[in-house]
């Protein structure tokens, strides 16, 4: 499966953003889907997750109350709504998809497939 991330941009703190993963060559509800972020300077790190077959959704502290994910079976997608963005959101985000096991849901290991990212600029 090849992905596509967008929605990406520059936007102020307190502004919502929401980011689309599209999935090229199957359907992503045979996926586990994922987000993760990489901060200049810093490494990526994990930040939602949807697994299929209704396994759960799970979040980082970091963006719990403040971003959602969903799925968008029309488009064969996920999205990544982010609401009351910080500055320290700022981080290009990756889209990606695996059948890893629970244990490796907030883990790269646990995802085969990865997005090219979306640059997301937070302004304070």
């Known amino acids: 499966v090849q992905l596509q991330a967008s929605g990406g941009g520059l936007v102020q703190a307190g502004a919502s953003l929401r980011l689309s993963c599209a999935a090229f060559?199957?359907?992503?509800?045979?996926?586990?889907m994922a987000w993760f972020r990489q901060a200049p300077g810093k490494e990526r790190e994990f930040v939602m997750a949807?697994?299929?077959?209704?396994?759960?959704?799970f979040y980082a502290d970091s963006v719990k109350g403040r971003f959602s994910i969903s799925r968008d079976s029309a488009k064969n997608a996920v999205d990544l709504l982010m609401d009351s963005l910080k500055p320290e959101d700022t981080a290009v985000y990756y889209c990606?998809?695996?059948?890893?096991?629970?244990?490796?849901?907030?883990?790269?290991?646990?995802?085969?497939?990865w997005g090219q990212g979306t640059l997301v600029t937070v302004s304070s």
């Open positions: 060559g199957d359907t992503l509800s045979n996926y586990n």
């Open positions: 990606a998809a695996g059948r890893g096991v629970l244990s490796s849901t907030r883990v790269e290991n646990g995802y085969s497939y």
């Open positions: 949807v697994r299929r077959a209704g396994g759960g959704i």
